[in-house]
Structures are given as structure tokens and as C-alpha cells.
């Protein structure tokens, strides 16, 4: 069984990256960040607490096996959207899809498969696992090997963005047997409503970190790593309000 450790993507996974077994560590990263124009397709909403779309090569951590393949563990990456405090939602928000940074992937075969979930979740409850209760929807994909890309994930689901939180997680189910890798895509560019606005990752069990609940990315020593994840809705309910004219 591979001791597993939480580190950072080094370019492409050079098979000379060093990397101290049992440490947290951030490599030197090479190649330059990565921008991208968000689509804002007529009607629609996109929601995010992502201050930049661009993808940061090297700023990412998991929770891997090391060098020299960084073959993940499970790991789940997390965002939570306050609906109504930061969105002005007061009623069902529904949602189409979710894009998803990915600062490189690389499966054994091409491919490697993510699960990406949504949860409603009271507005004033701590983020834990018991918490979050049941997804309100799951979708379940195949990510093709890529580097510094947004990846859209169709998933539909509906919440009352009143008196919930959208919560959107992010899966990536073991890949130490089968070869594969893959970092989230992040930056450090300072989150939209920072109060509310933290980055959250989770790798549990004794064979992974011990990393049990949603943990703030800060909270383990990495607070640039600000992941990119926007909600894309189709509704968004909000209040009027009155204006005057002196």
C-alpha cells in the first residue's frame, strides 16, 4: 500500500519531480496560467464564488500517492454558493450544468471517470458530511486527458436558494490501481464574498490523508488554492427593488 500525501501537480508529472513521502509540498510549476472567457448563453445564470476563470498550473494539491505518477486517492473538492446572501436568490434556483476547472488530468487509458454532486444544505448549518445529507443530483463522467481546461458537466437539479446553499462537489474515485491522475483547477486570485467563500477538499480514511470532512484548503496550509467551479442556472428568482430620484 503506497503512503499517501498531499501535493502538488508539477507540469506534466515529470517523472524526475521530487516529492518527500508523508509531507505536504508544493512543486515548481513551469508553465504559464491559462485564462478563459466564461459563456454567458442568453438566459442564464452563472454562479460562482471564483474571483478568476484562469487555471494556475501548480497551485492545486490532492491527496496522491506521490512521485513519480501522483495517482489520487479518493478526494472530494467542494464550493459552497450562499444563494441569497450572495446571489439575492428568494426562490427555486435551478440548475443546468456545472464547469469545472482541471489543472491536468491524465488516466491510464485516455479517460479517467469523476463524479460531480449537488446538495442543498440549510442555510446556516456547518459543511460536515452529515450535514449534506443526500445529493439533490448526481452526474457521472468520463474526462478525457487534459491540461488548464474548463470542463462542463450537464446536471440538472433545483433548490430553494432562499433558505438553502447550493454545495457542488467534485469526486475523483481512487486512481492508485488503475493510473490515474488528475488535479482540480484553481488560482489564487481571492474568492467573490470571501466570508462565505472558501475552497473545501476531503480525502478520508487511513489509506488516504484522514482528511474525514470538508476541509478548508487554507486549513492545510494551501489558502491561494481558490478552486474554479461555476454553477450554470437557468433561474434565478430575485427581489425587486425600489429606487428613488431626489
Do not use: W
Not at 521530487?18 to 438566459?43: D, K, V
Not at 481571492?190 to 480514511?205: D, E, K, M, Q, T
Not at 478548508?216 to 442556472?233: H, L
Amino acid at each position: 500500500m503506497f503512503k499517501n500525501v498531499l501535493a502538488v501537480a508539477i507540469g506534466l508529472l515529470a517523472a524526475d519531480a521530487a516529492l518527500a513521502q508523508g509531507t505536504i509540498s508544493r512543486g515548481n510549476a513551469s508553465a504559464a496560467p491559462s485564462s478563459f472567457q466564461h459563456p454567458q448563453p442568453n438566459g442564464s445564470f452563472a454562479l460562482t464564488q471564483s474571483g478568476s476563470l484562469a487555471i494556475t498550473t501548480g497551485n492545486s494539491v490532492s491527496c496522491n500517492e506521490g512521485s513519480p505518477d501522483f495517482n489520487h486517492t479518493d478526494n472530494s473538492y467542494y464550493r459552497r454558493l450562499n444563494l441569497d446572501g450572495n446571489f439575492a436568490a428568494t426562490g427555486t434556483v435551478t440548475i443546468a450544468s456545472v464547469d469545472i476547472g482541471i489543472e491536468q488530468a491524465n488516466g491510464a487509458g485516455g479517460t479517467q471517470p469523476i463524479t460531480v454532486n449537488l446538495y442543498a444544505i440549510p442555510n446556516a448549518s456547518a459543511l460536515t458530511v452529515a450535514n449534506l445529507g443526500a445529493a439533490i443530483a448526481t452526474a457521472s463522467v468520463s474526462v478525457a486527458d487534459q491540461v488548464g481546461t474548463l470542463l462542463n458537466v450537464p446536471i440538472a437539479a433545483a433548490l430553494d436558494g432562499l433558505t438553502n446553499d447550493l454545495v457542488v462537489e467534485v469526486f475523483t474515485p481512487s486512481g492508485e490501481v488503475a493510473g490515474n491522475t488528475l488535479f482540480i483547477g484553481s488560482n489564487a486570485t481571492a474568492s467573490i464574498n470571501p466570508a462565505g467563500a472558501a475552497s473545501f477538499i476531503r480525502a478520508p480514511g487511513a489509506a488516504a490523508c484522514n482528511i474525514n470532512e470538508p476541509t478548508a484548503t487554507s486549513a492545510i496550509g494551501f489558502p491561494n488554492m481558490n478552486i474554479v467551479i461555476v454553477a450554470n442556472a437557468t433561474s434565478l428568482p430575485v427581489s425587486l427593488q425600489e429606487f428613488s430620484v431626489d
